[in-house]
T-cell receptor, first 113, second 113 residues
Framework: ETGVTQTPRHLVMGMTNKKSLKCEQHLGHNAMYWYKQSAKKPLELMFVYSLEERVENNSVPSRFSPECPNSSHLFLHLHTLQPEDSALYLC????????????FGSGTRLTVV | AQSVSQHNHHVILSEAASLELGCNYSYGGTVNLFWYVQYPGQHLQLLLKYFSGDPLVKGIKGFEAEFIKSKFSFNLRKPSVQWSDTAEYFCALRGVGDDKIIFGKGTRLHILP
């Protein structure tokens, strides 16, 4: 365990479904991130939350909707996804302005059918 | 534009061979540099990082990396690889004062026993 827990580990959903990915960190960090990891592409930053406020949205389609109710929890709400959205979705946390990089969760493997 | 380039997408070596994975970056300012590793079925974890000072940094499991500012490079090295080093390796940068980390596409390393 890394201190960042993601659930579920695997998710298969239809294009008309609505689902949510959950991320929880137990490290006392104050920043959380969603990344998308697709084959043969760099890790793509999707959203950044700092002190529970969204500070960055990297031109992510509106079918992805993040929510950060507190500094320990981060959600990614999914609706009407496309097959090309199938990927590994990684959550990470960090302490802002620190000397450390991120701590990553194990990811949610999403398949859109 | 901010970017990280990893030249080798897939590297195959025999045990005890020496390893060097290339990483070049583009960023208009001072950077912190990272190498992350993802073992099969596991989460991304920090291998080593450079913030300032000695440009030769040592990480876990015998890995090291050298920051060459004039070449915008941060290559990863290991003198003698082991089968357990089979993994995907990601080079990454973060601009000083920024919180988001930009990743390269990754290099998949396969060590033959």
């Amino acid at each position: 365990e890394t201190g960042v827990t993601q659930t579920p580990r695997h998710l298969v959903m239809g294009m008309t479904n609505k689902k949510s990915l959950k991320c929880e960190q137990h490290l006392g960090h104050n920043a959380m991130y969603w990344y998308k990891q697709s084959a043969k592409k760099p890790l793509e930053l999707m959203f950044v939350y700092s002190l529970e406020e969204r500070v960055e949205n990297n031109s992510v389609p509106s079918r992805f909707s993040p929510e950060c109710p507190n500094s320990s929890h981060l959600f990614l709400h999914l609706h009407t996804l496309q097959p090309e959205d199938s990927a590994l979705y990684l959550c990470a946390s960090s302490q802002e302005r620190s000397d450390y990089g991120y701590t990553f969760g194990s990811g949610t493997r999403l398949t859109v059918v | 534009a901010q970017s990280v380039s990893q030249h080798n997408h897939h590297v195959i070596l025999s045990e005890a061979a020496s390893l060097e994975l290339g990483c070049n970056y583009s960023y208009g300012g001072t950077v912190n540099l990272f190498w992350y590793v993802q073992y099969p079925g596991q989460h991304l974890q920090l291998l080593l990082k450079y913030f300032s000072g000695d440009p030769l940094v040592k990480g876990i499991k015998g890995f090291e990396a050298e920051f060459i500012k004039s070449k915008f490079s941060f290559n990863l090295r290991k003198p003698s690889v082991q089968w357990s080093d089979t993994a995907e390796y990601f080079c990454a940068l973060r601009g000083v004062g920024d919180d988001k980390i930009i990743f390269g596409k990754g290099t998949r390393l396969h060590i033959l026993p």
